[in-house]
């Protein structure tokens, strides 16, 4: 470690900075900040989110004591420094590279990590479970949940507080209120908070009145029992809104969560009251980092900064970029077109779409359930609604997309990014189900284009689809080929493309797969094999006709697709090929029935073996 890091580099445990006095942890602290800059600009990682909470974390390790006392990071993504300062200083180096720690807790890495999570707003509703556990077991632990202001836009956290709130359990939630999820925030519960902190009167007067209360001589409890009647006028009249204290969490802040000796004196003050307490820090994302301060959303995730890195000058764009300059073309002729996104603006690649349409724009904050249902509505009465979120986003909304989109035969455009195997953010944020959990619901259309180019014909085609949902989904990659001059392929619903015909073998290929199908045909032909390659780029409807004729013409079909096999295309077809009596042998090639690690997205492909050279070992050495 370098001499820069004289005190950090003493640190192994928690324990290590308890006898350290304020100087040495303000110290500490921004070694801290200069080790996580250093580490994540050669990995790649969440900057940002970790260089706000350097000091809030410092102070949670001084006062209480991990593993018997229980952090809950929500998300994840800011607990750099939680693991600096739990053992994995030195891991940190490999953060979220293949073979090295996660970026985000999880149980199985660290007795540290009380609670695994890679989605937002779980922390409260995961804190009420180790409170209830500690109590039923008579233990006399803390349990601390860290939530961001930018989580607070999810149902979930609200669910968990009502339910605190009538369990009345010791437990302490830290509102990390840095006016930032990932894309900056919206919604009522950040004007709310804002309002907050700049009305701190209410504290101040209400801390001043107790205190001289608790000095009369006698008659206190009736006149406290008076004032805090009096302090529910205060609080109308002082703060817009008593929300926290009505749900039953005691409000204490704002408080500067950059102040270490600040945040030690309230943790040991507040840490043995018996009651739900909601602790409001103020933090700066991006903290001690001037070009994330300025941009913390640019810096909220970042790739590696060392040399050799840089994208290829003539790579064809990422599918996000395909999917929102396609959305604007689109809007440029129809005015009932909107967008719809869950806190994932540039994620999804909407920012310039928000430009050009701000009035047809919609970021409903972290709600994927709310943006399915809210853009079901909008199709009712007659716009066309396009809802971008993450294959693994979706999963939460589920019941929201049968209920209200579904059974109503309402014409929503779903665009599911980062399908398929994501990379560095590993198995919480993987898209390995969306095949199979849209598939098996009736009456829709889901569709996997094999390039760029295919996507924006699909989008075309969903535009004018009014007969219910569509599907769309795609990888975190590049789109292999695109050229938006191109006109516009007319492509039947359930139609599949025959890229290239060759005798007795057919790859059956969806999605990013097919542009794997076909660098494998090119190393099969130096074996003087040539399989026939199928884009089979609608999942459903499936093409019956193609498919039989497949059956007919072929003894040996391989399926391959970047999704788990059950549920699957692969399935599917060995069930149809099963009922057809199919004489020959359907082959699948699918992720594996576990849950795949992080890593760079080829290595990830590489040791699920769907790479071009994996499958053309397969079919010399067991189609051939």
């Not at 809950?72 to 940190?92: C, F, M, N, P, S």
């Not at 605190?164 to 006016?179: A, C, P, Q």
């Not at 073996?609 to 079919?619: S, V």
Request: charged content about 25%.
């Amino acid at each position: 470690m370098s001499l820069n890091y004289k005190l950090l580099s003493q640190i192994n445990s928690p324990s290590d900075i308890k006898s350290m006095n304020l100087d040495q942890l303000n110290q500490l602290a921004e070694e801290m900040r200069q080790y996580t800059i250093e580490s994540v600009k050669n990995t790649g990682g969440h900057l940002a989110p970790t260089l706000g909470v350097i000091e809030l974390t410092i102070a949670m390790h001084y006062v209480f004591d991990t593993p018997s006392d229980k952090f809950i990071w929500d998300v994840g993504h800011q607990a750099y420094a939680h693991k600096i300062l739990t053992g994995r200083r030195e891991e940190l180096k490999h953060i979220r590279q293949y073979g090295g720690i996660s970026g985000f807790c999880k149980r199985t890495e660290s007795e540290h990590d009380a609670y695994g999570a890679g989605h937002a707003s779980t922390s409260i509703s995961a804190g009420v479970g180790f409170a209830v556990a500690r109590d039923l077991k008579g233990e006399k632990n803390h349990v601390i949940s860290v939530i961001g202001d930018g989580a607070l836009t999810g149902g979930l956290a609200y669910e968990a507080m009502n339910n605190l709130g009538i369990l009345r359990t010791k437990m302490i939630v830290i509102l990390n209120d840095n006016k930032m999820s990932i894309s900056p925030n919206v919604g009522a519960m950040s004007k709310y908070l804002n309002k907050i902190v700049t009305n701190p009167l209410y504290n101040r007067v209400r801390d001043e009145v107790w205190r001289a209360t608790g000095a009369l001589p006698f008659g206190k409890s009736k006149i406290r029992f008076g004032i805090k009647k009096l302090e529910e006028s205060l609080k109308s009249l002082l703060v817009p809104g008593i929300l926290f204290d009505e749900m039953g969490l005691r409000y204490f802040g704002p408080i500067d969560g950059h102040d270490i000796g600040a945040l030690i004196d309230v943790f040991k003050n507040v840490k043995n009251i018996q009651t739900p307490i909601l602790l409001h820090v103020q933090t700066k994302k991006g903290k001690g980092l001037k070009s994330a301060e300025e941009d913390p959303t640019g810096f909220h995730g970042i790739g590696p900064m060392k040399k050799g890195h840089a994208k290829p000058t003539n790579a064809a764009p990422p599918y996000l970029e395909v999917f929102g300059e396609t959305l604007i073309e689109l809007a440029k002729n129809n005015d009932n077109i909107v967008g719809i996104t869950a806190a994932m603006r540039e994620g999804t690649g909407l920012v310039e779409f928000e430009k050009q349409f701000p009035k047809r724009y919609f970021d409903v904050g972290i709600a994927e359930g709310h943006a399915v249902t809210f853009a079901g509505s909008l199709a009712a009465d007659g716009l066309k609604p396009f809802v971008a979120i993450y294959s693994t986003f979706l999963q939460r909304a589920y019941d929201h997309i049968i209920h209200d989109v579904v059974l109503q035969k309402l014409p929503v455009v779903f665009a599911i990014d980062r399908a398929g195997l994501v990379g560095e953010d590993g198995p919480t944020h993987h898209g390995t189900f969306d095949l199979s959990y849209i598939s098996i619901v009736p009456e829709v259309v889901v569709t996997a284009p094999k390039d760029g180019d295919e996507l924006r014909f699909m989008l075309h085609l969903a535009a004018s689809y009014q007969d219910g949902p569509f599907f769309i989904r795609y990888p975190k990659a590049s789109s292999r080929n695109y050229n938006p001059e191109l006109p516009i392929k007319d492509i039947r619903i359930g139609e599949w493309e025959s890229v290239s015909k060759g005798k007795k073998i057919a790859i059956i290929a969806t999605g990013s797969m097919v542009g794997v199908a076909l660098d494998s045909q090119k190393m099969l032909g130096e074996n003087k094999v040539n399989p026939t390659i199928i884009n089979a780029r609608f999942i459903k409807p499936i093409d019956q006709n193609m498919l039989n004729i497949l059956f007919k013409e072929y003894s040996q079909l391989l399926v391959i697709e970047e999704n788990t096999y059950f549920g699957g295309l692969g399935e599917l077809i060995q069930a149809l090929a099963h009922q057809k009596e199919f004489k020959g042998k359907v082959h699948s090639l699918a992720l594996p029935d576990r849950f795949v690690t992080h890593g760079a997205r080829d290595l990830l492909l590489d040791e699920v073996k769907l790479t071009p050279e994996h499958i053309t070992k397969y079919i010399l050495e067991e189609i051939k």
